[in-house]
Structures are given as structure tokens and as C-alpha cells.
């Protein structure tokens, strides 16, 4: 049996500009890859903005690259918000593209340096020259992951005004 209240629930969805402003805010994307015995595996990453596309970064022999090397579909989510009317979130169910060249790696590492503490206590524009010393050696071990979103679901529960 389903319940209808008899009044339409409001559209609380995010314009594809709000999405991008909430994405470009947000720090961390829970991804969820499958797992080879079918259960979901699901860690925690940081990520940039890449064309409109969420990137991350992940070893090369990581379980989340495997999976996706084996399946490629993957499942992100970007949240925020303690109180009900303060939710907000991006769910995207997506393909990955994943990047193996070093020099793009190594770009993306230069990215996230700029938005997260990676090499020292807050984000910093590193030269190439830094880049280089700070992950060049990294980045041959690692794959960019490209998340190519096939269907997006969101919502901003501020846009409720108080009610449900």
C-alpha cells in the first residue's frame, strides 16, 4: 500500500548550475564501486572539477581502480548538511574513464593540492618544479578516474521552506 499525502512534494532538485556551484564546494565524494563478489565498496575521496566532471585520483592497484577496471560503473555522492532543512546532495550514477597517462595524473594531483592540505597544513598552487618533487613519482602508480555521469539525482532541502 503507498501513502499519499494529497499535496505534490516540491521540486527540491538543484539546477545543473546549482549542482556545479554544490560540487565545486564540496569536499569529499563518497564513491561506490562493485566489488568482484557483487557487494558495493564504498571510500571516501577528494576530487576536482575537471570540464564539469567530478576526477579523482586512486593507486593503480587500489580495489576501487580494480573494480572499475572489471566494471565500470561506479555510483558518487556529494552531501552536506547536519539539520533536515540544511540536506543537500549530488548523486550520480555514472561510467568511469580511467586515465592512466602520468602527465594528466600528475595534473590532477597539482588540482587537488590546490583545494585540499596535501603538502602542508592548507591548499597551495604548487609550480611544475613542486608538482614534480611532491608526486611526480607518484603519478605512474596512479589512475585519474573520470566519473561520465549516465543518470543525476539531487536534491536541497532548503528549498522545502520549513515544511516537508
Not at 153 to 160: C, G, L, P, V
Request: proline fraction near 5%; glycine fraction near 8%.
Amino acid at each position: 500500500m503507498q501513502y499519499r499525502s494529497g499535496m505534490a512534494r516540491k521540486d527540491i532538485s538543484m539546477t545543473g548550475e546549482e549542482v556545479m556551484g554544490f560540487l565545486d564546494e564540496t569536499a569529499i565524494l563518497e564513491v561506490a564501486t562493485i566489488g568482484r563478489d557483487g557487494w558495493p565498496h564504498l571510500a571516501p575521496m577528494w576530487f576536482v572539477m575537471d570540464d564539469n566532471k567530478i576526477v579523482f585520483r586512486s593507486f593503480t592497484r587500489s580495489q576501487k581502480i580494480l573494480n572499475l577496471q572489471r566494471d565500470p560503473r561506479l555510483t558518487v555522492l556529494a552531501e552536506t548538511g547536519d539539520a533536515y532543512d540544511e540536506l543537500r546532495g549530488v548523486m550520480i550514477k555514472a561510467e568511469a574513464r580511467l586515465v592512466e597517462d602520468p602527465a594528466y595524473v600528475l595534473s590532477i594531483y597539482g588540482r587537488l593540492a590546490a583545494k585540499y592540505p596535501m603538502v602542508g597544513p592548507d591548499p597551495v598552487q604548487l609550480t611544475e618544479e613542486e608538482l614534480g618533487e611532491a608526486f611526480g613519482r607518484f603519478a605512474p602508480k596512479n589512475t585519474a578516474v573520470v566519473v561520465e555521469p549516465v543518470k543525476t539525482a539531487s536534491w536541497d532541502h532548503r528549498k522545502i521552506g520549513g515544511g516537508y
